[in-house]
């Protein structure tokens, strides 16, 4: 029985211990950046590791009303991009805080 109970001691430190790392690499992904960039560079999307948009830059020169619809265009692929590459990111800080365990996508986890 005390050989079960010192198991279960370590089985819980070491939950404790990945719930922790996890914890910490969420904290991390809030100030890792990540940036994509569509038509040469005039339009960028900035998101965090959580996929947070944080910046959307256009350069001024295709800001006119007439590059209404292409603007529209160049921003979702720029934002899908961005979001794409936050995701990554999010799973390979995740995978390296879990230290490769197999954990499964949990909504809200990352």
Same mark, same amino acid.
């Given at each position: ?11 819980? =430190? ?7 790392? %996890?914890? &910490?690499? =969420?904290?991390?992904?809030?100030? %890792?950046?990540?940036?994509?960039? !569509?038509?040469?560079?005039? @339009?960028? !999307? @900035?998101?965090?590791? &959580?996929?947070? *948009? ?5 350069? +001024? ?10 603007? =529209? =265009? ?28 197999? *954990? +499964?996508? *949990?909504?809200?986890?990352?």
């Amino acid at each position: 029985m005390k050989l079960l109970d010192g198991q279960l001691g370590k089985l819980l =430190q070491q939950a404790q211990k990945l719930q922790a790392d %996890m914890a &910490r690499a =969420q904290e991390e992904l809030k100030n %890792m950046r990540v940036e994509a960039a !569509v038509d040469a560079g005039s @339009v960028r !999307v @900035v998101a965090d590791g &959580r996929q947070q *948009i944080i910046d959307i830059i256009l350069d +001024p020169g295709i800001i006119h009303p007439a590059n209404a619809r292409v603007i =529209q =265009q160049l921003l979702m692929e720029a934002v899908n991009k961005a979001l794409e590459k936050s995701k990554n990111l999010a799973n390979q800080e995740m995978n390296r805080a879990t230290g490769g365990l197999n *954990i +499964p996508n *949990i909504p809200g986890l990352f």
